[in-house]
């Protein structure tokens, strides 16, 4: 062996690797399907063939089909968080009522009866055990209802095909064509999806699935969404337009995030986290029956539970520190109202204001609380006498009171629009943020994952509150 | 194979009970070394476990850390060592399990390596069987889940194909046993060379990379005259895969 003679061969294979060029591989893949081909041409009798692949061939020609693939995509991710929105009002409604109606009142008392001075019992009970309960009656039944459809899918074997179309955008943008079924996850909840990752074998790719699964607008951001359109985007056009006028902007805003998904995607790969994309194998699977129950069981054990329990763990603190910011007085003002004050010039050119930003810095546990802590924050700063005090979050029951709160507190189409854009571009939850520090095991990664969508949803209402003033008023 | 009534099983050539010792976790002191390749989802580890006697765990999850389970069985005085590759659809990508199934096959060097396939699927798993003979000359094809093929009306031409693959077919329903003893035998003949293979090389690649394969190979075999598969070193020069660059240059193919 002649280390000159191998060192030769290693520049002649390089110098033919740009010969043949890019198509190489997807050469050789297709070279080895066609001996395939030919060798089960004549090795192989298959009595029914024609019938039984008819079957899958026909969905899938249809599920796969240029024309059809991405409206049915479309379609089916409309429907299923229609389901989980729609379905998850009354069991929400109902263990809000158990929660905040019932046992709240009853540990009030109770608390009472054991002469807890008010201090003792607004911090445990007002603070720390609301924010849980609310956690619990707003997160639980939605995620109940959408990782069950999911793993629906997922069995039923349509969930790979959704990878398939979209591999090539994927690819396109550096990235895994895996990575579409982690962001469909993150559709549901964003630390589970970047669990999902794991599908990804190459580790470059992984990170950017997992920096980039927070663009998926979760199940905690579409409620805010909804109401928000509907209040000051439905409000805007004819009565007889506005339900569908305000859905098309929420869904406008989840493709939004689809395409800085793309984006930041491609960006990463060519910046940061370059390098090739891995070829994979994706199996179509045959089509099956999924087996119901024991679906249920497990994407409830495995998902929703665990999810559901970190945000308790992450919610409790925030609800003591919601509480306590409200009612520690800082000479004649609260910390809250000190905050938001010094917030608000921020807030101002960003076209969104103190009590917004100050929401979410304290609600970073859960998405799902920043509109309860906004309301109350408002009534805070207005003085108005809705609610149940100082530091005791709520919701209001009809859309209408909601809308007055807010446009008391100063609120025009400018700033629910910028809400929905910042609730859509922001860091993620802790609960996500913990998660990608435990799949990543590395600070670097997880502090790029939480401050890159904060600092573009900076830049992008920044530039939409400057055109707004400018061109509307 | 007929089926035969189960008191006439010991009178089967293929039988030969005392021949064959299953010896669990026990790799000590072995005579080959026999790799188990396959796609997922084709039974390999229930091949493996009827090889062994072990139970080993059949079910998997994407993404968890890729280990290579073995085993042993005894068989006519010699002893072979059973590696449980991780199951792969193809060798050629970037994936954990890819390369471990890859490279154990390559530098690993086993005596036999067994791939499982599915009977229902066949076009789909001789993708890894022709990736596989271009790496080893040394192979046996388990043709598992016969019983569902027969359910499902597939009948296959084992000679055919055993001729086109140019390595001894075995038909094989792992879950019942059946087939096992025929698998032993047919290991064993390929591991003592009673049984020589000609694999079939990959046909149907256009000219310029045929072209260019021809080149690198022939130089490859210039440099290392012994090695079976210049012809996948080439491919994997041409795709740029660094382990086989180290390889080439610390010259581990000698």
Redesign the interface.
């Given at each position: 062996?002649?280390?000159r003679?191998?060192?030769?061969?290693?520049a002649?294979?390089?110098e033919?690797?740009w010969?043949?060029g890019d198509d190489?591989?997807d050469?050789?893949?297709?070279?080895?399907?066609?001996?395939?081909?030919?060798?089960?041409e004549?090795?192989?009798?298959?009595?029914?063939?024609d019938r039984?692949e008819r079957l899958d061939n026909k969905i899938d020609r249809i599920v796969t089909s240029r024309v059809w693939g991405f409206p049915i995509m479309f379609s089916i991710l409309a429907l299923v968080l229609w389901i989980t929105i729609k379905g998850a009002n009354y069991p929400s409604a109902f263990l809000a009522d158990i929660l905040l109606g019932d046992v709240r009142p009853m540990l009030k008392s109770f608390a009472a009866s054991l002469n807890f001075p008010w201090w003792l019992s607004g911090f445990l009970i007002d603070g720390v055990y609301l924010a849980v309960a609310w956690v619990i009656a707003v997160m639980l039944p939605p995620m109940a209802i959408f990782f069950p459809l999911f793993t629906l899918l997922e069995d039923f074997g349509y969930l790979p095909r959704v990878a398939f179309n979209l591999d090539y955008l994927f690819k396109k943008s550096g990235a895994h064509g895996k990575q579409a079924l982690t962001m469909s996850m993150g559709f549901g909840c964003n630390a589970a999806g970047v669990v999902a990752t794991?599908?990804?074998?190459?580790p470059r790719e992984r990170l950017i699935a997992i920096i980039t699964n927070n663009f998926s607008l979760c199940n905690g951001r579409w409620p805010t969404q909804i109401l928000l359109a509907t209040i000051f985007i439905g409000a805007v056009v004819p009565a007889s337009l506005s339900s569908i006028v305000s859905l098309g902007a929420v869904f406008g805003i989840a493709v939004l995030g689809i395409f800085f998904m793309f984006f930041v995607s491609w960006t990463l790969s060519k910046t940061l986290l370059k390098g090739?994309v891995?070829?994979?194998?994706l199996?179509l699977p045959p089509y099956r029956p999924p087996d119901f129950w024991r679906t249920i069981y497990t994407s409830i054990i495995d998902r929703t539970l665990i999810v559901l329990w970190r945000a308790i763990v992450f919610a409790a603190p925030a609800g003591a520190v919601i509480w306590l910011i409200s009612n520690l007085y800082i000479g004649d003002q609260s910390i809250a109202a000190w905050m938001i004050h010094y917030l608000d010039g921020f807030g101002f050119l960003i076209g969104l204001n103190g009590v917004i930003l100050l929401a979410y810095i304290v609600a970073i546990p859960a998405n799902e609380i920043v509109i309860p802590t906004i309301l109350m924050l408002t009534v805070l700063v207005t003085g108005m006498h809705i609610g149940e005090g100082a530091g005791v979050m709520f919701e209001l029951d009809s859309v209408n009171d909601t809308a007055s709160v807010l446009k008391a507190g100063g609120w025009t189409l400018l700033t629910a629009i910028n809400v929905m854009l910042f609730s859509l571009l922001h860091n993620p939850c802790s609960t996500t943020i913990y998660t990608i520090y435990k799949e990543t095991k590395s600070m670097k990664w997880t502090v790029l994952a939480s401050i890159l969508p904060i600092i573009m949803g900076f830049v992008v209402t920044f530039v939409v509150a400057q055109l707004w003033r400018i061109f509307v008023n | 194979m007929d089926v035969l009534p189960h008191s006439n099983c010991e009178n089967c050539q293929h039988f030969n009970a005392d021949g064959l010792k299953k010896l669990g976790v026990d790799t000590t002191d072995f005579d080959f070394v026999v790799a188990l390749a396959g796609n997922p989802n084709t039974g390999k580890s229930t091949v493996f476990n009827a090889l062994t006697g072990l139970r080993q765990h059949t079910g998997n999850w994407?993404?968890?850390t890729v280990t290579r389970a073995e085993g042993a069985f005894q068989y006519n005085e010699k002893k072979y060592k059973l590696v449980d590759l991780p199951g792969t659809?193809?060798l050629?990508?970037?994936?954990?399990?890819e390369e471990v199934a890859r490279n154990f096959i390559l530098f690993g060097k086993p005596d036999v390596t067994v791939i499982v396939v599915d009977a229902n699927r066949?076009?789909?798993n001789?993708?890894l069987?022709?990736?596989i003979l271009e790496i080893t000359d040394k192979a046996v094809l388990c043709l598992n889940l016969m019983d569902e093929a027969k359910r499902?009306?597939?009948?296959?031409?084992i000679r055919?194909?055993a001729k086109?693959?140019g390595i001894p077919v075995v038909p094989a329903s792992a879950r019942y046993k059946e087939g096992i003893p025929e698998l032993i035998q047919t290991i064993s003949d390929v591991a003592s060379g009673k049984i020589i293979c000609k694999p079939?090389r990959?046909?149907?690649?256009?000219k310029?990379?045929e072209e260019?394969v021809k080149?690198?190979s022939l130089?490859?075999k210039?440099?290392?005259p012994n090695i079976p598969n210049s012809r996948w070193i080439?491919?994997r020069?041409?795709?740029?895969d660094n382990q086989i660059?180290e390889a080439?240059?610390s010259?581990v193919f000698?």
């Amino acid at each position: 062996m002649d280390k000159r003679n191998i060192q030769n061969i290693i520049a002649l294979a390089n110098e033919l690797r740009w010969k043949i060029g890019d198509d190489f591989h997807d050469n050789l893949a297709e070279g080895i399907y066609a001996d395939a081909a030919e060798i089960v041409e004549d090795a192989i009798i298959d009595k029914n063939r024609d019938r039984k692949e008819r079957l899958d061939n026909k969905i899938d020609r249809i599920v796969t089909s240029r024309v059809w693939g991405f409206p049915i995509m479309f379609s089916i991710l409309a429907l299923v968080l229609w389901i989980t929105i729609k379905g998850a009002n009354y069991p929400s409604a109902f263990l809000a009522d158990i929660l905040l109606g019932d046992v709240r009142p009853m540990l009030k008392s109770f608390a009472a009866s054991l002469n807890f001075p008010w201090w003792l019992s607004g911090f445990l009970i007002d603070g720390v055990y609301l924010a849980v309960a609310w956690v619990i009656a707003v997160m639980l039944p939605p995620m109940a209802i959408f990782f069950p459809l999911f793993t629906l899918l997922e069995d039923f074997g349509y969930l790979p095909r959704v990878a398939f179309n979209l591999d090539y955008l994927f690819k396109k943008s550096g990235a895994h064509g895996k990575q579409a079924l982690t962001m469909s996850m993150g559709f549901g909840c964003n630390a589970a999806g970047v669990v999902a990752t794991r599908i990804i074998d190459s580790p470059r790719e992984r990170l950017i699935a997992i920096i980039t699964n927070n663009f998926s607008l979760c199940n905690g951001r579409w409620p805010t969404q909804i109401l928000l359109a509907t209040i000051f985007i439905g409000a805007v056009v004819p009565a007889s337009l506005s339900s569908i006028v305000s859905l098309g902007a929420v869904f406008g805003i989840a493709v939004l995030g689809i395409f800085f998904m793309f984006f930041v995607s491609w960006t990463l790969s060519k910046t940061l986290l370059k390098g090739e994309v891995s070829t994979f194998n994706l199996e179509l699977p045959p089509y099956r029956p999924p087996d119901f129950w024991r679906t249920i069981y497990t994407s409830i054990i495995d998902r929703t539970l665990i999810v559901l329990w970190r945000a308790i763990v992450f919610a409790a603190p925030a609800g003591a520190v919601i509480w306590l910011i409200s009612n520690l007085y800082i000479g004649d003002q609260s910390i809250a109202a000190w905050m938001i004050h010094y917030l608000d010039g921020f807030g101002f050119l960003i076209g969104l204001n103190g009590v917004i930003l100050l929401a979410y810095i304290v609600a970073i546990p859960a998405n799902e609380i920043v509109i309860p802590t906004i309301l109350m924050l408002t009534v805070l700063v207005t003085g108005m006498h809705i609610g149940e005090g100082a530091g005791v979050m709520f919701e209001l029951d009809s859309v209408n009171d909601t809308a007055s709160v807010l446009k008391a507190g100063g609120w025009t189409l400018l700033t629910a629009i910028n809400v929905m854009l910042f609730s859509l571009l922001h860091n993620p939850c802790s609960t996500t943020i913990y998660t990608i520090y435990k799949e990543t095991k590395s600070m670097k990664w997880t502090v790029l994952a939480s401050i890159l969508p904060i600092i573009m949803g900076f830049v992008v209402t920044f530039v939409v509150a400057q055109l707004w003033r400018i061109f509307v008023n | 194979m007929d089926v035969l009534p189960h008191s006439n099983c010991e009178n089967c050539q293929h039988f030969n009970a005392d021949g064959l010792k299953k010896l669990g976790v026990d790799t000590t002191d072995f005579d080959f070394v026999v790799a188990l390749a396959g796609n997922p989802n084709t039974g390999k580890s229930t091949v493996f476990n009827a090889l062994t006697g072990l139970r080993q765990h059949t079910g998997n999850w994407p993404g968890k850390t890729v280990t290579r389970a073995e085993g042993a069985f005894q068989y006519n005085e010699k002893k072979y060592k059973l590696v449980d590759l991780p199951g792969t659809y193809s060798l050629l990508s970037t994936s954990d399990d890819e390369e471990v199934a890859r490279n154990f096959i390559l530098f690993g060097k086993p005596d036999v390596t067994v791939i499982v396939v599915d009977a229902n699927r066949l076009e789909r798993n001789l993708n890894l069987v022709l990736q596989i003979l271009e790496i080893t000359d040394k192979a046996v094809l388990c043709l598992n889940l016969m019983d569902e093929a027969k359910r499902n009306n597939i009948e296959i031409n084992i000679r055919s194909l055993a001729k086109d693959l140019g390595i001894p077919v075995v038909p094989a329903s792992a879950r019942y046993k059946e087939g096992i003893p025929e698998l032993i035998q047919t290991i064993s003949d390929v591991a003592s060379g009673k049984i020589i293979c000609k694999p079939h090389r990959i046909k149907n690649i256009p000219k310029d990379i045929e072209e260019a394969v021809k080149i690198l190979s022939l130089k490859i075999k210039k440099e290392f005259p012994n090695i079976p598969n210049s012809r996948w070193i080439a491919f994997r020069l041409l795709e740029g895969d660094n382990q086989i660059i180290e390889a080439l240059e610390s010259g581990v193919f000698v």
